[in-house]
């Protein structure tokens, strides 16, 4: 048996491996792939938030349903920007300040996570 100390977000996890024989992976390898594979999608959101400093984020998964402000549209703190769906709801997603909208990074039928950055203010 082999003693790691794993590092995911900044939590420190002792992890015991057992071999089983010269050709086998560590059992360790496969679960750590997954934790890493969410940090892509991360960076495409801040790359979209260049365009405007004020994030217009997701509430929770689903697809986008209508797009109702294009960009260069004045909005008011409140207004609906696009409408998301989920759960078979269609769910309002709003400006969270009065501003310009600066992009809008997604399409119709586009599926998004909760918290993705759908569009930009300034």
Excluded: C, Q, R
Aim: a neutral charge.
């Amino acid at each position: 048996m082999k003693n790691y100390t794993i590092t995911v977000n900044g939590t420190a996890y002792d992890v015991t491996v057992e071999e089983n024989g010269a050709g086998a992976a560590p059992v360790a390898a496969p679960k750590a792939a997954p934790k890493a594979a969410p940090a892509a999608p991360k960076a495409a959101p801040a790359a979209a938030g260049a365009a405007g400093s004020v994030k217009v984020e997701a509430g929770a998964a689903g697809k986008i349903f209508k797009i109702e402000k294009n960009v260069g549209d004045s909005v008011k703190k409140g207004d609906t920007v696009i409408i998301l769906e989920a759960m078979k709801m269609e769910i309002p997603v709003v400006a969270p300040e009065d501003g310009t909208v600066a992009s809008i990074s997604v399409s119709v039928g586009d599926s998004v996570e909760a918290g993705a950055t759908l569009a930009t203010l300034k």
